[in-house]
């Protein structure tokens, strides 16, 4: 070689990752070979790159962590909030009606909680109140107060306000005794639903602030009156019990059978004439007294009808007066497009009027709700209302 020296050439990767990896090394090894790089400048864009990639991993990390809370459980303690709100929609309240006065005084019991959790994007609201309220009653002319208590043992999340139990006892005797309390079954006991409804609405939108957090790729949401919303996802807590269900896309729904059905029959004895309970099944202003809710009903043929503010929905079908009501009915939380097909029939027992009620096509899963329902809020009702029930409730 005659002496002549050889520089080696070392890539400039190489040499980078060199640096990286062996710092304690790359001096020498700049000395030995005689690499032209600039050792200092080298670690300048080593440091550079460092930086940029912990900025990196601080973003993902950062977003990762959104992600994270946003899927997993975030739950709020609403109970002192719920407890301060209610005793402000229902203590010290007062309704009137013409010559009668109610002014409620004391929550005598309040018991129970109330949270509020998002779990995968999604909000759930649950809560459950057993509630007991005193109240004051005064007659225009009368010199006695009436005074008893109001019973709400089922406030919850299972249910709508306005299938909430309100009832009422009286514990001051007189002379109008029986009108107050039919003015606590009805007008009251709305008001009070009417109440309820307040707090159920306003639970939902204070706490669902700050539940969802904001991700680079966030869905648009929004809070519903007994419904949340996920853009295209929609989850009813009346219909599902507070179970998490997203619905696919509402044409596909729409389209789809209903082929797990179920049919209902049962049989109710009334104390009254077959056309005073025809009226009290068709006529407007009566179904708005037992129902103790708004109603809306076009008694002809394809004649729609709208009861318990929109609870249930339908159409008549078949009209004859005084023996035989036949109509499309459903419940507001049955699968879209789905109907079963409801029909009374009246009997004229001399004494009393039987009614017979049929129901086909009831949605397996909504069977039960049907049931109760019809049970509960048509056939009781009816006899509290009106006092012409063969049985005592």
């Given amino acids: 070689m005659g002496g002549r020296q050889f520089r080696r050439r070392i890539p400039v990767g190489c040499y980078f990752h060199s640096v990286a990896a062996f710092p304690e090394y790359s001096r020498k090894s700049d000395e030995r070979t005689g690499c032209g790089l600039c050792l200092q400048g080298v670690a300048s864009l080593i440091y550079i790159h460092l930086l940029q990639w912990r900025s990196g991993v601080r973003v993902i990390r950062d977003g990762l962590w959104k992600n994270v809370r946003t899927l997993s459980m975030t739950e709020k303690n609403a109970t002192p909030w719920s407890k301060q709100r209610l005793k402000e929609l229902l203590e010290g309240q007062k309704y009137e009606n013409g010559s009668t006065v109610i002014i409620f005084k004391e929550l005598k019991k309040l018991d ?6 998002n779990r995968k994007a999604k909000l759930i609201f649950l809560f459950e109140w057993i509630i007991e309220l005193s109240f004051e009653v005064k007659v225009a002319g009368s010199d006695i107060n009436y005074e008893g208590h109001i019973e709400i043992p089922n406030l919850s999340d299972e249910n709508e306000a306005d299938e909430v139990d309100v009832t009422a006892s009286v514990t001051t005797s007189g002379p109008h005794e029986d009108r107050i309390r039919h003015f606590l079954n009805n007008e009251v006991a709305a008001f009070i639903r009417k109440q309820l409804a307040i707090y159920i609405r306003e639970l939902k939108e204070e706490f669902s602030k700050g539940l969802i957090l904001p991700t680079d790729r966030a869905i648009p949401q929004a809070v519903s009156k007994g419904k949340t919303t996920v853009g295209k996802q929609h989850v009813d807590k009346k219909a599902f019990q507070n179970h998490v269900v997203t619905s696919v896309d509402n044409d596909l729904t729409k389209s789809a059978p209903i082929s797990d059905v179920k049919n209902l029959s ?63 009915w459903r419940l507001k939380t049955y ?24 129901v086909k096509g009831i949605p397996t899963i ?6 109760n329902g019809l049970h509960r809020f048509y056939m009781q009702n009816i006899m509290r209302t009106f006092g012409f029930g063969a049985h005592i409730f």
């Fill in 266 to 328: 049962f049989v109710e004895s009334f104390k009254v004439q077959p056309d005073q309970l025809w009226e009290v099944l068709t006529e407007t202003e009566l179904v708005k007294k037992w129902s103790n809710s708004e109603a809306k009903l076009d008694l002809k043929p394809q004649g729609a009808f709208t009861l318990f503010g929109g609870m249930v929905t339908g159409e008549f079908v078949k009209i004859e007066p005084c023996k035989e009501l036949g109509m499309k």
């Fill in 366 to 371: 909504e069977y039960d709700k049907t049931e």
């Fill in 112 to 117: 129970g909680e109330a949270t509020a959790n």
């Fill in 335 to 358: 699968p879209a497009g789905c109907f079963a097909n409801l029909t009374f029939r009246l009997k004229d027992e001399g004494d009393s009027t039987t009614l017979e009620v049929d």
